[in-house]
Nanobody, 109 residues
Framework: HVQLVESGGGSVEPGGSLKLSCTVIGFIFNRCAMAWYRQAPGNGRELVAS???????KYSDSVKGRFTISRDNAKNTVYLQMNHLRSDDTTLYYC????WGQGTQVTVS
């Protein structure tokens, strides 16, 4: 049974920072690309950042220069460091690989 356990969401003022974590349980983590998505109500899921097994990284234009994705294979964990947060970053954030996490809420206000 594979689980993606997310943490680190919360509320922050504009300009602040948050760091999301996603720990993968029950799967060989270092063989998979990892990604963070976000989805606002009524909208489709937007790819925020992805990190492949060869460490190729991609960011959406809206977060480039503000967010950083990283992974620690020894801890089966992928991170999303979010700096200079804006109100339009407010939404649910999901960790994903072959499966999806449950989502963690980020609120910037």
């Amino acid at each position: 049974h594979v689980q993606l356990v997310e943490s680190g969401g919360g509320s922050v003022e504009p300009g602040g920072s948050l760091k999301l974590s996603c720990t993968v349980i029950g799967f060989i983590f270092n063989r998979c690309a990892m990604a963070w998505y976000r989805q606002a109500p009524g909208n489709g899921r937007e790819l925020v950042a992805s990190l492949s097994t060869d460490r190729t990284i991609k960011y959406s234009d809206s977060v480039k220069g503000r967010f950083t994705i990283s992974r620690d294979n020894a801890k089966n964990t992928v991170y999303l460091q979010m700096n200079h947060l804006r109100s339009d970053d407010t939404t649910l954030y999901y960790c994903a690989t072959l499966w999806w996490g449950q989502g963690t809420q980020v609120t910037v206000s």
